[in-house]
């Protein structure tokens, strides 16, 4: 018998920022699989069965969800955020395209989520309004120097940078190495957002101009967003800036 795979993108934490779709999924699942904060944003279900693992295990988490569905189960893998973006569903791909080849006949469904850049831009304003990008600064799947290439492009570009992953106990200098490359590239007055837990109890966002911005205001749960050079900054009495990017750029903003 075959099973069923859900991989499941809870949003950024608030239970309204979930999807209706998402919590369906969860209650039709047999086995839940995930890092232990996300499991606990599941409501507990009689019969159904939770199998918590490290922050770190994808791929053997993806495996493990394969496996479980490949026996007959309805699984859900969850990921925070959207499950697609720097989540579980690459990892579940990865799985299967190097797995069972009976793993290619399982039902999957990637059920999406309001990712954190998304999250985070609607709480600035507009930032993401013209054309942006997603680096995941974690240097754990890929050269730091690949990292500071994508970063020169993207600043050249005048892409708006949504940086996921700035920063961890184990990565403790590589956005101020970020912050330090993006000074050469774009003017100094440049908007920087640092965005916390967003839509979580200790939120907390801080906006200031790249020439000032110290890494070590970033956690792991941080999402830092470096506008661009068109990036507008509206300053409100006794209310925290607007950040809003223009729809028209080079010519066509004339
Ligand atoms: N799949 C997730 C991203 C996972 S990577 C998504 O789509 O959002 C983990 C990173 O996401 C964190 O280091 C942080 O940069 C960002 N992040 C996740 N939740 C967040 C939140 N509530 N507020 C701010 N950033 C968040």
Redesign the pocket.
Known sequence: MSGRLFVI?L???AAEMQTPQATQALALASDLLGYGPYLARAPQQAGQIRHASDNREELARARHGLCLAASGKTVALL??????????AAAVFEAIEHGEPAWRALEVEVVP?????F??AARLGAPLGHDFCAI?L?DNLKPWALVRQRLTAAARAGFVMA????L?RARPWQLGDAFALLRGLLPGDTQVAF??????AD?RIDIMDLAVADPARAD?????LVGSAATRRIDRPGQPPWLYTPRQAGESAA
């Open positions: 993108g949003g950024p934490g990921s925070g955020g959207d499950a697609g973006v720097f989540g579980m989520g309001v990712s954190a850049m999250a985070v995941s974690s940086l996921y992953n700035p961890s965005a916390t837990a967003v839509s979580r939120e792991m749960r941080t999402l830092v």
